[in-house]
């Protein structure tokens, strides 16, 4: 049964970047969030927090695996750059989606999972800098912070928010009028009708 999402952490990983989407995967409670690390060795977010990584990159139940979520972070060097895209083209052969925000991108770039389908990311130089055998310009989407397309979901490092949106979508976290309230509230700050206090003209404004 697919029901494990799969969290990279590691030391200087972007935490405020998939907080908001991992939260709203355990509201349900039907989901698992398990984080995956390069070791098994404790490491330490941006935020200065402290994360005990649960599974080893090798020790992946891939039959679980609903999706990995590949933040960005102050990680991407070559040698870990090809660790992280073999785990993604491991996890996306198996049938799950990958979802990368930020300098994340740059390993699904590495991987080639992103050269066919459509994708956007901090800015498309990027990826031509940094991923010499990327192939997906044509692909590149710049008028979007968030897109999913071909089992893989990938954002700008700007849309966190975004990223929650499609990752909520991919799962099927709730209806598509309830996701569409879910974003106007937490982008726009404009609440569901149902919401105590909220006016009439509230609503109609929006």
């Known amino acids: 049964m697919r029901d494990t999402v799969y969290v990279l952490v590691f030391d200087g990983f972007a935490d405020w970047q998939v907080a908001l989407a991992l939260s709203e995967i355990r509201r349900p409670g039907d989901w698992k969030v398990r984080t995956v690390g390069f070791t098994r060795e404790p490491v330490m977010s941006m935020s200065g927090l402290q994360v005990l990584p649960e599974e080893s990159m090798h020790g992946l139940d891939l039959d679980a695996a609903a999706l990995l979520v590949l933040p960005g972070g102050h990680l991407w060097r070559p ?37 066919r389908c459509r994708h956007t990311g901090n800015w498309a130089g990027q990826l031509r800098r940094e991923v010499p055998a990327y192939a997906g310009q044509d692909q590149y989407d710049a008028d979007v912070l968030a897109v999913s397309d071909g089992g893989v979901i990938t954002a700008s490092h ?48 929006a």
């Open 79 to 115: 040698a870990r750059m090809e660790q992280v895209a073999a785990l993604a083209r491991r996890v996306h052969a198996a049938g799950a989606p990958v979802a990368a925000i930020d300098e994340g991108v740059l390993a699904v770039a590495h991987a080639g999972l992103i050269d």
């Open 158 to 205: 700007l849309g966190s928010i975004e990223f929650a949106r499609e990752i909520i979508h991919t799962l099927d976290l709730y209806n598509r009028s309830d996701r569409e309230y879910w974003y106007r509230l937490f982008k726009h700050a404009v609440p569901p009708p149902w919401f105590p206090g909220v006016a009439v003209e509230t609503i109609k404004a």
